[in-house]
């Protein structure tokens, strides 16, 4: 764990430079609150691993047991990745960046903050798992009804998506990530095509039409993927969750979890 | 199903490397020899009743006619979109003739779809689209606001039919109609069991429309193009209607106190849309809303589930299409001469334009359910085995079909017959691809009183 923990503070002292780079100060703003955010989350989790060296006598990452610990691992890890109720961070930091910067944020970052959690899935617990993943995936959906600033937007959806694979995680691992490398080219692709057409706000993806009409036909189908359309890519992450969710006999969540998909494709359709 | 589906991809090809003068034409030409094709499809000769098969897809009865309907279409909404598109460069108009071949292709699949699941995404599929058709290519400011209608009331209830089919992925083991229209009924008793069978029906009750969730109707219709409109009226609807059909074998014996409030709505649904048509000053939206009055007699008639009620339910949904296609069609044609579907603006259209005048009056004579034409015996089916199932829905259907003769009716005089206003003298004659459209519409419809076993399905 010490390492695990070593490697996570290094991954947040790198990429703070990377955002400070900007020397706007929205971008500073930016900046401290996600370091206070991942400086928290890292301490939790080297007091977390602690008390379970104190009381088991493990330092293996995958032997951890203590129930007491297991849930502050699971909550730090999910404050690190900006699950709900951890997830107010996220749309202000991820605003004040620009679009490259907010691109590594929301992909790499959440690269090892996963592997973390993966590896300890067999030892949470089930309900605070499913509570994550559920209010994650409303409050990503209501959160983004009312943005405008297209940072702002992504991170919602950001939100969203995690919900879907932190609720899968007890059932099918596998499943949590392939939903994160969907998401992961997804995002990608999303980020990518508004630095090209440097827009941020939704009034302005609007006149991209006349400019780039292929990359504006692009963004309108890789949206629709991350509002989980058949027959697009995006849909077969949820398809399979739902499938796995209700093989558990658990429909009311799958229920609750396909209709919030619905609140997210509202917002990604305007 | 390959022979179909393989050209219909390949149009795609076709639209975007044949040169600018010829793109009409030779996708016309094609979606025509591919509708002809599929006419091969409604020999019947296998004796599980699923014929041509492949590993995920299969013709029956029941979907064979549904399949020929879209197929034929095809051809039909590229004449009918010749003419309003004409103005924008060529690339849009490849692009919108390839949104209407993928659209095709998804309906093909989901209506020769074995398995549920890929009826489902297909199901879903076919509102991309649409969907785009709409917003894009619609005609009013109030096109974005019917889109969002349009995807939302779908998706919010096919969204848990996508719960509810994995769920019964999960008892049954499997999703194929082969294999489930021969296993043991269930048994269902439970509350729970009860959310499944409607979120089971609710997708196709929002989609066909049911009277209280048809609100997306009017917007769409209204908003559409034309190919749009003549899509959706023809085709999207009876997926609605298709898909219940194939659920509700699953979903006996709790269909039959279930279904009591859906026949309900779907009976008063008829008498109160005729006659919101009967005060309808738009005329796109008059036929609209006499989609949803004939939808509702096929919902109450899919959800008797008797023989003659299905049997009737698919001739009225193939008499339907072909005819409010037709419809929209000849709306289409006021509103390419006047840029208005006000009722008023095109009156008296009799002396200017006589032949179409024909069109105008064998489409509405079919609309009302005029006997022999398929629409009567459609009609006739589901309102006997309604009424051997109650005899108080008399009461509705009887006053439904007066207020449909009615509303046709009315139809026809406020565009044909009085006084014709001295702003639409300079009206364009009509032509020839506009007389080729109906045509192509309504002989179909005149032929199928010649031999309706053709659309009888699985019944007799």
Redesign the interface.
């Given at each position: 764990w010490f390492l695990a923990w070593m490697g996570l503070e290094i991954n947040t002292m790198a990429i703070i430079p990377l955002m400070a780079q900007q020397h706007h100060p929205r971008a500073t703003e930016a900046t401290t609150k996600y370091f206070l955010t991942q400086a928290t989350a890292a301490a939790m989790i080297l007091f977390a691993s602690t008390m379970n060296a104190w009381t088991m006598g493990d330092w293996n990452i995958n032997q951890i047991s203590h129930p007491l610990a297991t849930t502050t691992v699971t909550l730090a890890l999910a404050l690190k990745i900006g699950l709900a109720p951890m997830h107010f961070w996220l749309p202000e930091v991820l605003q004040g960046l620009n679009l490259t910067t907010g691109l590594v944020l929301s992909t790499w970052q959440k690269l090892a903050p996963f592997a973390l959690i993966l590896q300890i899935s067999q030892n949470t617990n089930p309900a605070l798992l499913t509570t994550l993943g559920v209010m994650s995936a409303l409050v990503g959906g209501w959160g983004g009804l009312n943005q405008t600033q297209l940072r702002k937007l992504l991170a919602y959806s950001s939100i969203a998506h995690l919900g879907w694979m932190i609720i899968i995680l007890q059932f099918m691992p596998a499943l949590t990530l392939l939903n994160l490398t969907i998401y992961i080219t997804m995002t990608s692709t999303m980020f990518l095509s508004l630095k090209i057409m440097a827009s941020t706000k939704i009034n302005s993806l609007a006149l991209a039409w006349p400019k780039t009409p292929t990359l504006t036909t692009l963004i309108m189908l890789s949206l629709l993927s991350l509002g989980g359309l058949p027959p697009l890519t995006g849909f077969m992450p949820k398809w399979l969750i739902l499938q796995e969710l209700a093989k558990q006999d658990l429909p009311i969540t799958a229920t609750i979890m396909a209709m919030s998909a619905l609140l997210s494709l509202f917002f990604y359709l305007r | 199903m390959l022979k179909i589906l393989i050209p219909t991809l390949m149009l795609i090809p076709t639209t975007w490397l044949t040169p600018k003068s010829w793109v009409w034409t030779t996708t016309t030409a094609q979606s025509l020899a591919i509708a002809l094709l599929s006419l091969t499809w409604l020999k019947w000769t296998s004796e599980t009743g699923w014929s041509t098969s492949g590993p995920y897809m299969a013709t029956d009865p029941l979907s064979t006619p549904l399949l020929v309907l879209t197929c034929w279409l095809l051809p039909l909404m590229i004449l009918a979109s010749q003419n309003h598109i004409s103005p924008e460069p060529i690339n849009r108009q490849r692009s919108y003739i390839t949104l209407l071949i993928l659209l095709q292709t998804?309906l093909i699949m989901a209506f020769g779809a074995t398995e549920i699941i890929m009826f489902?995404?297909?199901f879903?599929?076919t509102?991309?689209p649409t969907l785009i058709i709409i917003t894009r290519w619609g005609n009013q400011t109030e096109r974005l606001n019917a889109g969002?209608y349009f995807?939302?009331y779908t998706?919010?209830g096919s969204?848990?039919l996508?719960?509810?089919l994995?769920?019964t992925?999960?008892d049954m083991g499997t999703l194929s109609m082969l294999i489930i229209q021969h296993t043991k009924p269930t048994n269902l008793l439970s509350w729970?069991d009860k959310i499944?069978w409607v979120?089971c029906l609710l997708a196709f009750l929002v989609k066909m429309p049911l009277y209280g969730v048809h609100l997306w109707l009017p917007k769409a219709h209204v908003e559409a193009p034309i190919a749009g409109s003549m899509v959706l009226a023809a085709v999207l609807l009876k997926l609605g209607g298709y898909g219940m059909m194939r659920i509700t074998i699953m979903l006996d014996p709790l269909t039959k106190e279930l279904a009591y409030p859906f026949i309900i709505l779907a009976l008063w649904g008829i008498i109160m849309t005729g006659s919101i048509c009967l005060r309808q000053t738009d005329l796109k939206s008059l036929i609209a809303y006499s989609s949803v009055s004939h939808m509702g007699l096929v919902a109450g008639g899919i959800l008797i589930q008797t023989p003659w009620g299905f049997t009737g339910a698919i001739i009225l949904m193939i008499a339907h299409g072909l005819v409010s296609s037709a419809l929209f069609c000849l709306a289409n044609t006021n509103y390419e001469r006047t840029h208005s579907r006000t009722l008023l603006l095109t009156r008296g259209l009799q002396m200017i334009l006589p032949l179409m005048a024909t069109w105008w009056f064998i489409a509405n004579l079919a609309n009302l359910a005029l006997p022999p034409l398929p629409n009567l015996m459609g009609e006739l089916a589901i309102i006997t085995s309604l009424f051997s199932w109650s005899p108080w829905t008399i009461v509705s259907t009887g006053l439904g079909t007066l207020i449909t003769a009615g509303y046709s009716l009315y139809m026809f005089l406020m565009t044909q017959r009085g006084p014709t206003p001295l702003h639409t003298i300079s009206l364009h004659p009509s032509h020839t691809r506009e007389h080729l459209l109906m045509a192509m519409h309504l002989i179909p419809v005149l032929l199928l009183v010649l031999k309706p076993e053709l659309m009888w399905g699985v019944c007799h």
């Amino acid at each position: 764990w010490f390492l695990a923990w070593m490697g996570l503070e290094i991954n947040t002292m790198a990429i703070i430079p990377l955002m400070a780079q900007q020397h706007h100060p929205r971008a500073t703003e930016a900046t401290t609150k996600y370091f206070l955010t991942q400086a928290t989350a890292a301490a939790m989790i080297l007091f977390a691993s602690t008390m379970n060296a104190w009381t088991m006598g493990d330092w293996n990452i995958n032997q951890i047991s203590h129930p007491l610990a297991t849930t502050t691992v699971t909550l730090a890890l999910a404050l690190k990745i900006g699950l709900a109720p951890m997830h107010f961070w996220l749309p202000e930091v991820l605003q004040g960046l620009n679009l490259t910067t907010g691109l590594v944020l929301s992909t790499w970052q959440k690269l090892a903050p996963f592997a973390l959690i993966l590896q300890i899935s067999q030892n949470t617990n089930p309900a605070l798992l499913t509570t994550l993943g559920v209010m994650s995936a409303l409050v990503g959906g209501w959160g983004g009804l009312n943005q405008t600033q297209l940072r702002k937007l992504l991170a919602y959806s950001s939100i969203a998506h995690l919900g879907w694979m932190i609720i899968i995680l007890q059932f099918m691992p596998a499943l949590t990530l392939l939903n994160l490398t969907i998401y992961i080219t997804m995002t990608s692709t999303m980020f990518l095509s508004l630095k090209i057409m440097a827009s941020t706000k939704i009034n302005s993806l609007a006149l991209a039409w006349p400019k780039t009409p292929t990359l504006t036909t692009l963004i309108m189908l890789s949206l629709l993927s991350l509002g989980g359309l058949p027959p697009l890519t995006g849909f077969m992450p949820k398809w399979l969750i739902l499938q796995e969710l209700a093989k558990q006999d658990l429909p009311i969540t799958a229920t609750i979890m396909a209709m919030s998909a619905l609140l997210s494709l509202f917002f990604y359709l305007r | 199903m390959l022979k179909i589906l393989i050209p219909t991809l390949m149009l795609i090809p076709t639209t975007w490397l044949t040169p600018k003068s010829w793109v009409w034409t030779t996708t016309t030409a094609q979606s025509l020899a591919i509708a002809l094709l599929s006419l091969t499809w409604l020999k019947w000769t296998s004796e599980t009743g699923w014929s041509t098969s492949g590993p995920y897809m299969a013709t029956d009865p029941l979907s064979t006619p549904l399949l020929v309907l879209t197929c034929w279409l095809l051809p039909l909404m590229i004449l009918a979109s010749q003419n309003h598109i004409s103005p924008e460069p060529i690339n849009r108009q490849r692009s919108y003739i390839t949104l209407l071949i993928l659209l095709q292709t998804f309906l093909i699949m989901a209506f020769g779809a074995t398995e549920i699941i890929m009826f489902y995404i297909m199901f879903e599929a076919t509102l991309i689209p649409t969907l785009i058709i709409i917003t894009r290519w619609g005609n009013q400011t109030e096109r974005l606001n019917a889109g969002t209608y349009f995807l939302f009331y779908t998706l919010a209830g096919s969204l848990p039919l996508l719960v509810a089919l994995l769920m019964t992925q999960k008892d049954m083991g499997t999703l194929s109609m082969l294999i489930i229209q021969h296993t043991k009924p269930t048994n269902l008793l439970s509350w729970g069991d009860k959310i499944w069978w409607v979120g089971c029906l609710l997708a196709f009750l929002v989609k066909m429309p049911l009277y209280g969730v048809h609100l997306w109707l009017p917007k769409a219709h209204v908003e559409a193009p034309i190919a749009g409109s003549m899509v959706l009226a023809a085709v999207l609807l009876k997926l609605g209607g298709y898909g219940m059909m194939r659920i509700t074998i699953m979903l006996d014996p709790l269909t039959k106190e279930l279904a009591y409030p859906f026949i309900i709505l779907a009976l008063w649904g008829i008498i109160m849309t005729g006659s919101i048509c009967l005060r309808q000053t738009d005329l796109k939206s008059l036929i609209a809303y006499s989609s949803v009055s004939h939808m509702g007699l096929v919902a109450g008639g899919i959800l008797i589930q008797t023989p003659w009620g299905f049997t009737g339910a698919i001739i009225l949904m193939i008499a339907h299409g072909l005819v409010s296609s037709a419809l929209f069609c000849l709306a289409n044609t006021n509103y390419e001469r006047t840029h208005s579907r006000t009722l008023l603006l095109t009156r008296g259209l009799q002396m200017i334009l006589p032949l179409m005048a024909t069109w105008w009056f064998i489409a509405n004579l079919a609309n009302l359910a005029l006997p022999p034409l398929p629409n009567l015996m459609g009609e006739l089916a589901i309102i006997t085995s309604l009424f051997s199932w109650s005899p108080w829905t008399i009461v509705s259907t009887g006053l439904g079909t007066l207020i449909t003769a009615g509303y046709s009716l009315y139809m026809f005089l406020m565009t044909q017959r009085g006084p014709t206003p001295l702003h639409t003298i300079s009206l364009h004659p009509s032509h020839t691809r506009e007389h080729l459209l109906m045509a192509m519409h309504l002989i179909p419809v005149l032929l199928l009183v010649l031999k309706p076993e053709l659309m009888w399905g699985v019944c007799h």
